[in-house]
């Protein structure tokens, strides 16, 4: 007969519970891993940050639910008539019920935005000033969003104790705009760099094969002073002269391509992942 070793099962299993319990997000990891997120919704939708984190950390458990782990559902939003998209079935309010199915968080998020918008049983909330998270909450329960009568009161408690209305003015609502605005207009200008570089990398090709055809036609051999044009508009090819290169602040990839006589391309195929619009001070990038 096989003897069980119950002191090694009980540690197994104390193991186990450790590690599914560490695994789980804290209301203040959630808040911290989505706020920014809850703060984009309010600039475009005008929903409160704050009632939306509220609403996502009551329905989601924090974002630890099945329907969120699963499902990407942090709202409990149900099918309803003329969801097209995927579904997952739960028990709620009644038995096997159907629920919207995302493939990522951030399509909740938008998703939540939208039901609020779209229905005309919340239209009354949108006059509330977006500072009236208790007005808000409130409203949320009388137009039906959820069944529990202590709604409205879990959502305030949640905001005021984790001090969520401050998402919804003040400093984080600034930072996090002018954030938003810096990339933005960071992704802009190097759209803007890259199309300047294209149309004279484009010009210089055929500023060579003019200069080629003129020589051909004359009997001269062409001086090399048209590949001179080429390499002034786009990094030149060949070897890095030092094997890696410390970020800068004002670098950008075609400054240090320039810089060590590669290409941005080179840079880009050594160092997998860097992010061309977010070069961070101090990275080191490998050049050969």
Not at 135 to 154: F, R, S
Not at 269 to 288: S, V, Y
Request: aromatic share 10%; with cysteine.
């Amino acid at each position: 007969m096989r003897t069980i070793n119950f002191t090694a099962l009980a540690i197994l299993l104390l193991m186990c519970a450790i590690q599914l319990n560490a695994q789980k997000l804290t209301r203040e990891q959630y808040i911290k891993k989505y706020k920014d997120i809850a703060i984009k919704q309010m600039h475009k939708h005008k929903i409160p940050a704050s009632i939306i984190l509220a609403q996502g950390c009551l329905e989601s458990n924090n974002g630890n639910s099945a329907l969120a782990t699963k499902a990407n559902n942090h709202f409990g939003i149900k099918c309803h008539d003329g969801w097209r998209g995927k579904k997952f079935r739960q028990d709620d309010d009644a038995k096997n019920e159907c629920f919207r199915k995302y493939s990522n968080a951030i399509d909740s998020y938008t998703d939540h935005s939208y039901f609020l918008t779209s229905r005309p049983r919340y239209n009354s909330l949108f006059d509330l000033p977006i500072t009236d998270y208790k007005g808000w909450a409130h409203g949320l329960k009388a137009a039906g969003y959820a069944t529990n009568p202590k709604y409205a009161k879990l959502l305030i408690d949640i905001i005021e104790e984790y001090q969520l209305y401050k998402y919804d003015t003040g400093e984080a609502y600034r930072i996090t705009r002018a954030e938003e605005k810096a990339r933005k207009e960071a992704e802009r200008i190097e759209r803007k760099r890259a199309k300047l570089e294209r149309k004279a990398a484009k010009a210089a090709k055929k500023a060579e094969k003019a200069n080629y055809r003129y020589y051909k036609f004359t009997g001269q051999t062409p001086p090399s002073t048209v590949k001179t044009l080429e390499n002034a508009v786009q990094p030149p090819k060949g070897e890095a002269t030092v094997a890696k290169h410390k970020v800068q602040k004002g670098d950008t990839l075609y400054s240090i391509a320039r810089k060590y006589g590669v290409t941005v391309s080179d840079i880009q195929k050594l160092n997998p992942g860097i992010n061309a619009q977010e070069l961070k001070i101090g990275t080191e990038l490998r050049l050969k």
